[in-house]
Every structure is written in structure tokens, then in C-alpha cells.
């Protein structure tokens, strides 16, 4: 198994330097026939990791531990699930994943484009070869999946049960799809770049692989934040932390090229802020998965320093320093075919948006690297925290979405400021009586910010609704259908349009969910004894009982002792009954006591939550367990070495202590306006995209007809 | 020893999938046919701005004047290419 | 003539202004950054030189058996990450993350008050054991 899989890799990176190779040498010396077989390599490494992949699996799947990898992260009483997306919760697990998404989707870009782009294809190929070879020499030479065991312990280490989690699992293959599909549309920049072919014809080609990779990374990072707030004990999904912002910033400059990609294939402008864009992109998603393995910043993700740090930050070096020098020595193709016509034209607000974006991410990465940046410039680590993000992100997210609002109404080259005046009537008014109600009807008026938000979220929802009800009324007057079936058609045939419309829709929900949950949350943290009540503004809280359940865990992670608790809340008249829980599981050190192990081990908090369209409760319990040090200590010292049945017994002797004994627990109840509308809006964001992805119906049917002049007549089609 | 043996067949197996191309002679064809592939898709995408165009006239967008001096630029350009196209049969 | 000097005069003027005011966000940031920041000092520096009442950002390594509660209140004691080195008492109050035990890594906030670092409520962060370490005999674990 083992030499096997070992082989595969050597095998695949011997095969990648090839095809980096043979590409190079076919673009110069225009002989398609090594082009051809650079790209069959290719796909012979998508091959070999595929193989290595199914290898691990299997290894997971059967509990084999005689690979460190599978001792190191699983036991026999892993549950199968955790069993199997245990492998990229680990450093070399998580490369491979890099290295097989990496291969399989740059063999479907280049099988997509075997007939296309001649020019620009050898390079591209080469480029996809460099970096799959860089991920896969890491693998070979220091950190391999396929590290064997001289001799294989019976149980393994297990997994720990903060990622004991379904959202956890996924999280990463999601994020990483992301990080990995932007190398595609560079990997395509390089080579337009250098074959000097600057059209958009790159941008074209390699859409639906940026767009794609965008929506994985926008699902990866949401389901972060879900994770954050279901799972943990803090009661949050965003803290500005390093590793969180490493997945935002690819993302946003992502959004920012998505957008003026578009500019530059109807308008032939911005050559060299796409190239640049798109170089940022991917290197910013070499930076994030360098991030979460390099402990250079401080960070609750940072899971420690490794070796893998120096390889990775001189491939970034290298990089970083190839694009720009790309970029300046192709400056001269890179000469924009038209000029900025008015600033009321789309264009212009694009430009605007992009500038919003990367100015986004300039200040979180500014924020995020300030330690090393202060290290430099004044020999001390200094950190900022979220109220410095914060201070800055929110004028700059305000500003996005009143761009949001205004963008889709203006037309390409030039609209009159009396026409958007026009188009906007309706949706100003709604936005205007919008925000009338929220002063009137609630406490929203409080804070500025929200209000403006509010607004501006109100104007992009307005101004999707008219393009959607107006353009199906054009539609039905052109066609006579009825409005209904005209509005579907209308987003069939548009789908781009449409689906961005949508995009931005949920962009819109998801900014209301964070400013409503983030400025009217209602925190409070209560110390209560068994049977007592307190209120704690607008609410009035008892603590019912507590239950310790041993050896018997109610949220199915194998928690051996979890500490429930059964909390009542009363808010204006309802009242809903919560059960928080706090799970401990054992620790595996063979130095810890019999006993005390029980209590040394990982704990997590089980947060019990109500979902709600206006409002969340959430609740967690931190239970005081000073109790049952000396008891516990004591057990030790007596029991140190009895029989398993026994030890127990004893346990649930413990257990029952705390029960009658029922000590204070602490209880934190935060109140969420709106935070359900983050996750509504996000998959709405998700539905926008996958609308926009799919092929429009036309292409087809154009396809079929063949004689000329008819074709001609097609342009006159309705929209 | 088990590692190199099995290094040894999957490099084998590589070599054959990898050189198979290079001993097919060049295809000569298939450079017209990428030709016209290009400008399928040019044509497509011509099409889409042009509907695009019109969809952002009939929300209100541009004023009848300039949509019409797009339209025909737009026009032209398309004929462009189809007569290209035309050109390669 | 003059027509055909303005749009080129106009873009370089939007140029300038757009640059200018890249400038002077970046400016700002950069400045609040250093103003707004808390140095983050180990243990022993913060022994060594630590003025009163200013803001650290305290990282370090839980000591063994130095883990106390008092009611909702916390006091530990926190060692360099190597172990060795004076301890720093903490006392804090706010949500303990679930990973904290002793022998792990944690940060927090706060400042030195006759001697023993009053953390900022809620500011503790405790690392999550390591994942990524490469345990080969020659590497290094943490």
C-alpha cells in the first residue's frame, strides 16, 4: 500500500516536470504534437493522484495503521464519516488534496481548450505543470501522505472532536476547490502574457473555471463562519482572524476580477489590472494555504510551526516576482484599445467597485500582516483587533453596496444623468419608504451605519426587482407571453445578467444579516445555580437541571462525559427551553491519571440554538467544575488501577455527585437580529452563481442553422 | 524494492500514455477547424452583446440615439465575423 | 484644439485625485495601525519592561497545575513558550475557550496591575493543538 502510493507521487512528479517541459519546448519550437503530450501528462498526474487518494482512503477506511497519517488522526471508533474526510485534516493529507484538485481541474481547462488558444495554451500548460510540481515535490521530499509505521500501534490517536463537525469536513475541500480554480485563469494570464495574445480571449475562455472557483471559495468560507457559530463557545462567526482573512482576500479580488474581466472583453480596457488581478488571486490563495500551516502569525487556527514554511514563502517569492516582471515586459501589449468614455457608463462604476474591493483587501491584509510589518519597522510585534477591521471594512462595505445598487443601471460607454435618474425613480422611493418604516417601527435608527446599510440593501433589492419586473414586461410586449413564463424566459436566456442580479441580491440579504446581527446583538453573560432564575435584559432565564450523561453522547461525537444542561427562556411571552452542553472527551496521554484523564482530555461546547427569520437565540453553558478536582485527585490515588467496569462505576459515581451536588454553571444568551439572513443570502449568492455558470440556450441552437443569410436574421432576434 | 519496482511500471505506463501523440503525424485540418472554432464563439458572444445591448435599451438605460449608433456598430462587427466564417468553407 | 486637450487633461486630473486619495487612506491606515496596536510581548519581556497601564498582548504557555477558578473568574499562570523563564499570574475574567487547559498555548489582552496581568474580558484565545506538524525525527514538534 504504502510503497505504492509512494510511488504514484514520485511517479506524478517526474511526469509533472515533463509536461512542464514539453511545453515549453513545443510553444518554441511550434510543434503541437508536445503540446499535445504535455497535456496527455497532465492528465497522467490527475491519474497517479487520483490513485494516491483512493489509496488513503482505503487506508482510512480500514483502519490501517501501519500509515503514521491514519494513526495520527483516526481509531477504530472514529465513526465512518470522520473516518473518511479525516485525510485532509493533516498537512500532507491536505497537500495531496491540493496536488489531485490541482491536476484534475487544469486536465478538464486544457481538455476544454485543446482546440482553442493555441498560442497561449503551451504556456499555460507549462504554468499548471510548475505549480503542480511544486505541491507534489513538497509531498516527496518532506511531508508524505504514505509515511509508514515500523511498527503499527492497535488503536490510533483518533480525531479531535472540535472537527467532529459536518460543516468542518467540508470546509476545507470547498476552500481549497477555490484556492486551486484560481490557478487556472492565471495560469491562462501567464500565458497570454507571454505569447502576447492580450485579447480577452483568456478572460473568455476561462470564465466559468474563475466563476466556478469563486463559488467554492465563497462556500468555503461560509461554512466556516456557520461552523464558528453553531459549534463554538464564543457565540460569533467572524472574528477577524489571520487564517479567516487568508480565504476573504483571493475571494474579494476574485469578485473584483469577475467584474472588470467583463470590461475588458466589451471595451478592451483594464489589460493590465486584469493580468494583475488575477496573479493577485491565485497568489493570495498560495499565501491563505501557506497561512494556515506556517505559524508565522498569531492565530487560533495557527496549528504550530512546520518545516513546509521556507519552500512555500520562496514559491510565493517567486511567484509574486515573475508576475510583476511578466507584466512589465509585456506593458506595451498590454495598451488598452478604448478609453474611459463618461463616468455615468458601467465601466466607470466597475472601476469604482474594483478599486472598493481591492482597497478591502489591501486593508485586511494590511491588518492581518501588521505583526510582521511592525516587527520591521519597529522590532516589536504589535497586533490590531477586530474594532480596528471593523472601523474600516464597514464605510468601505457601505460603499459597495451602493455600488451594487447603481451598477447594473447604467449601460455600457454612456447613460445621461436624467436617464438614471429615471431608471432609479422606483427604486430610491422604495428604498426612501424602506428605510421611513425602519425609523418608525424599530430601534434601527441607533445606529447610523445599519440605517445607511439598511438603505443601500433596500436600493439593491429594489433596483433587481425592476430590472426583473421590467425586463418581462418588455418581453411579454415583444412576445405576448404571460408575465410569469416571460419573467423565467427572460432569466433563461440572460443568464449571466440574471444571475449576477441574483448574486448581488443575496450580497444584499447577507450585508443586512451582518449589520443588523452585528450592531443590535444583545449579549449577556448570567452565573446561575441549579433552580435559579435571573433577567437578563428582556429576558428572563432559569437554570432547570443539569444531567451528565457518561459514556453516552446525545450529539453522536463519542463524547465520554457530557454535561447537559436544560436552561429556560422567557421573552416577551415566549418561552423556549434550550439544552447546552458541555462535552469532554478523554485525553490519550499515557502519563495521565485513570481518572483525571477524563477531565484533562479536549472539551467542546455543544451551543443549543433556535434559528428564527428575525431573530436567533443562542445559547452555551461553561460549567463549573472545581467540584470535582480533589474527588477526582482522590479517585486517582484509589483506584488508580482497577479493572474497566470498576473505573466505570466510578465515573458515574462522579457524575451523580455533580448531580445532586449541582454546582453554578455559567450561561452566555446572545440575541442575533436577522443573522439567519447571512446564510439565506448566501444561498441565494450560491443559486446566483450557478445560474450564471450554465451554458445559454441560444449558443445551441444557432449552432444548428447553417446557411449565411439566415444566420444574419438571427441577429435580429428578440431579447 | 516494492517502492521501485512500482515506480518502474507506473513510469512505464506514463511513457506510453505521453508519447503516443508524438509519433501521429501533425494534422494539418485541424488548424482551419480551430479556426472556426474561434470565431463560433466570437459570433456567440457577438450575439450576446447585441441582445444585451438591446435588453439594457428596452429597461431604459440609453437614450434611442446612442442605442442605435451601438446597435449598428455591434452590427457591423458580427457581420465581421460571419463573413469570416464564411470565408473558411 | 481646446476640445482635444480636455478629455486627456480631464483623466490625468481623475488620475492624480484617484491616486492622491490612495495615498491618504493608506496613510491613515498605516497611522492607526501603529497607534492602535498592542505590542505582543512574552512572559519575560513583559517581566522585564512592561510600563502600567498599557495594553499587551500576552503570549504564552499555561503552566501546569497553576489553573484556578474563583467563581467566573480565571487565574492561571502563563511561562514562555519554552518552558522556562518567569511566570506572569493572569487573572481574567470573560468566555474561556474550550481548548484551554494547561500546557497550551494562549493569548490575551490586557494590562500589568501590581503585578499580575488583568486580562480584557472575552480576549482569551487558545490555540488549537497542533495539526500540521511534520513529526519526522529530524523535525520539529510544537
Known sequence: ?719 | MELLLALTALLCLVTLAVTAPLSRPAAAAAEADDRRAELEAAKDAKYREIRDARLDFRLGKVSAADHEATERELQSQALAILDELDDLR | MTRAVDPARRRRIRLVAALSAALLLAGALAYTTFTAASDAVTPSQLVASASPGRTYQLTGKVAAHSVHRQGDALRFVVHDRSGRGPGVLVFYRGTVPDPFREGREVILSGHMSNGTFVGTKDSLITKCPSKFTTNTPSGRTT
Open chain 1, 1 to 719: 500500500m504504502a510503497p505504492l502510493g509512494s510511488a504514484a507521487l514520485i511517479c506524478a512528479l517526474i511526469t509533472a516536470v515533463y509536461a512542464t517541459a514539453a511545453a515549453i519546448v513545443g510553444a518554441r519550437t511550434g510543434r503541437p504534437a508536445l503540446v499535445v503530450s504535455a497535456r496527455r501528462a497532465i492528465l497522467c498526474v490527475a491519474g497517479l493522484t487520483t490513485l494516491c487518494v483512493v489509496l488513503l482512503e482505503v487506508a482510512y477506511a480500514r483502519s490501517d495503521f501501519s500509515l503514521a497519517l491514519v494513526a495520527r488522526n483516526s481509531s477504530t471508533d472514529t465513526p465512518t464519516f470522520y473516518k473518511l474526510t479525516a485525510m485532509w485534516s493533516s498537512q500532507p493529507g491536505s497537500l495531496l488534496l491540493w496536488a489531485f484538485l490541482l491536476s484534475l481541474y487544469s486536465s478538464l481547462a486544457l481538455h476544454a481548450t485543446r482546440r482553442k488558444l493555441r498560442e497561449i495554451v503551451p504556456w499555460a500548460t507549462a504554468t499548471l505543470g510548475v505549480i503542480t510540481a511544486f505541491f507534489l515535490s513538497l509531498m516527496v521530499f518532506f511531508a508524505s501522505p504514505f509515511e509508514a509505521v515500523a511498527h503499527p500501534a492497535a488503536e490510533g490517536a483518533g480525531l479531535s472532536p472540535l472537527l467532529r463537525n459536518p460543516a468542518m469536513m467540508i470546509h476545507p475541500p470547498m476552500l481549497y476547490t477555490g484556492y486551486v480554480g484560481f490557478a487556472i485563469p492565471f495560469a491562462f494570464a501567464v500565458g497570454a502574457l507571454i505569447s502576447r495574445r492580450t485579447g480577452a480571449e483568456w478572460i473568455h475562455a476561462t470564465r466559468r473555471y474563475t466563476l466556478l472557483a469563486w463559488m467554492f471559495l465563497g462556500c468555503g468560507i461560509m461554512l466556516g463562519a456557520l461552523w464558528s457559530y453553531s459549534e463554538l463557545g464564543w457565540g460569533g462567526y467572524w472574528a477577524w482572524d489571520p487564517v479567516e482573512n487568508a480565504s476573504l482576500m483571493p475571494w474579494l479580488v476574485g469578485t473584483a476580477f469577475l467584474h472588470s474581466g467583463m470590461v475588458q472583453e466589451r471595451r478592451g480596457m483594464l489589460r493590465v489590472w486584469n493580468a494583475s488581478l488575477v496573479m493577485g488571486a491565485f497568489i493570495l490563495s498560495l499565501v491563505g494555504t501557506f497561512l494556515v500551516r506556517s505559524g508565522i502569525l498569531q492565530s487560533i487556527h495557527a496549528f504550530g510551526a512546520s518545516t513546509l514554511g521556507i519552500p512555500f514563502v520562496l514559491f510565493i517569492a517567486a511567484m509574486t516576482l515573475g508576475s510583476v516582471a511578466l507584466v512589465v515586459a509585456r506593458r506595451d501589449s498590454l495598451r488598452s484599445t478604448h478609453r474611459l468614455d463618461s463616468l455615468l457608463s458601467r465601466e466607470a462604476v466597475f472601476l469604482l467597485n474594483n478599486l472598493v474591493l481591492v482597497g478591502l483587501c489591501f486593508v485586511i491584509f494590511w491588518g492581518t500582516f501588521f505583526p510582521l510589518i511592525s516587527e520591521l519597522a519597529t522590532g516589536t510585534k504589535a497586533s490590531v483587533g477586530p474594532p480596528w477591521f471593523n472601523r474600516y471594512t464597514v464605510p468601505l462595505a457601505l460603499v459597495l453596496v451602493l455600488l451594487t445598487a447603481v451598477g447594473p443601471m447604467l449601460a455600457w460607454r454612456r447613460t445621461t444623468a436624467a436617464r438614471l435618474g429615471r431608471v432609479l425613480r422606483w427604486p430610491l422611493i422604495a428604498a426612501a419608504g424602506a428605510v421611513a418604516i425602519l425609523v418608525a417601527a424599530t430601534p434601527a435608527a441607533s445606529s447610523a451605519t445599519s440605517l445607511i446599510m439598511f438603505a443601500g440593501v433596500a436600493l439593491v433589492l429594489a433596483a433587481v426587482t425592476r430590472e426583473l419586473v421590467h425586463g418581462a414586461r418588455a418581453r411579454r410586449s415583444a412576445t405576448g407571453e404571460a408575465l410569469p413564463l416571460a419573467a423565467v424566459r427572460l432569466v433563461g436566456r440572460n443568464r449571466r445578467r440574471y444571475g449576477g442580479y441574483l448574486v448581488h441580491a443575496g450580497m444584499a440579504l447577507l450585508f443586512l444579516g451582518i449589520a443588523a446581527s452585528s450592531a443590535f446583538v444583545n449579549q449577556h453573560d448570567v452565573r446561575l445555580k441549579p433552580g435559579q432564575t435571573k433577567r437578563i435584559g428582556g429576558s428572563t432565564v432559569t437554570y432547570r437541571k443539569s444531567v451528565v450523561r457518561v459514556f453516552d453522547d446525545p450529539s453522536g461525537t463519542g463524547a465520554a462525559l457530557s454535561f447537559a444542561t436544560v436552561l429556560d427562556v422567557r421573552r416577551g411571552g415566549k418561552h423556549m427551553v434550550f439544552r447546552p452542553a458541555h462535552n469532554l472527551y478523554p485525553s490519550a496521554d499515557p502519563a495521565a491519571g485513570k481518572f483525571s484523564r477524563f477531565f484533562d482530555g479536549e472539551n467542546t461546547s455543544e451551543v443549543a440554538l433556535r434559528w428564527g427569520l428575525r431573530r436567533d437565540v443562542w445559547t452555551a453553558v461553561q460549567p463549573d467544575l472545581t467540584i470535582l478536582q480533589r474527588p477526582v485527585a482522590m479517585a486517582d490515588a484509589k483506584f488508580g488501577k482497577s479493572d474497566a467496569q470498576t473505573q466505570a462505576t466510578i465515573i458515574r459515581a462522579l457524575a451523580q455527585m455533580y448531580e445532586a451536588r449541582g454546582p453554578a454553571a455559567t450561561f452566555r444568551v446572545i440575541v442575533f437580529p436577522f443573522v439567519a439572513w447571512i446564510w439565506l443570502g448566501g444561498a441565494l449568492l450560491l443559486l446566483g452563481a450557478l445560474i450564471a455558470l450554465r451554458r445559454p440556450p441560444t449558443a445551441k441552437r444557432e449552432r444548428a442553422r447553417t446557411p449565411a443569410p439566415v444566420r444574419r436574421e438571427l441577429a435580429r432576434q428578440p431579447a
